[in-house]
């Protein structure tokens, strides 16, 4: 499965994103998707997974200001950013978990001006 993520820019702090992950196959059999991120000089990060049954899990950083949902028929899952702080600045990565394969999109740029 290929995935194409989009939505990243410049933001100012307190602002709002929306990244959203298109794949390239029907994502009704997919159970995890989510995404991650990678800010300069640091390790990739869990940012939030939603189920197919659309549960979601967040990281703790940001519990309360992100969320992910996904649209089956659109075969995409969308991560709506709020409250965006400078910290969250960083390469979105969206991925899918399918067939005991992990799939990577090519990431998209966030970044928060303070």
């Known amino acids: 499965v290929q995935l194409q993520a989009s939505g990243g820019g410049l933001v100012q702090a307190g602002g709002s994103v929306v990244l959203s992950c298109a794949a390239s196959?029907?994502?009704?059999?997919?159970?995890?998707m989510g995404w991650y991120r990678q800010a300069a000089g640091k390790q990739r990060e869990f940012v939030a997974s939603?189920?197919?049954?659309?549960?979601?899990i967040y990281a703790n950083s940001v519990k309360d200001r992100f969320a992910i949902s996904r649209d089956n028929g659109e075969k995409t899952v969308l991560l709506k950013m709020n409250s965006l702080k400078a910290d969250d600045t960083a390469l979105y990565y969206c991925?899918?978990?399918?067939?005991?394969?992990?799939?990577w999109g090519q990431g998209t740029q966030v970044t928060v001006s303070s």
């Open positions: 991925y899918a978990y399918w067939r005991s394969q992990q799939y």
């Open positions: 196959r029907s994502i009704v059999g997919i159970d995890g």
């Open positions: 939603i189920s197919v049954g659309g549960r979601p």
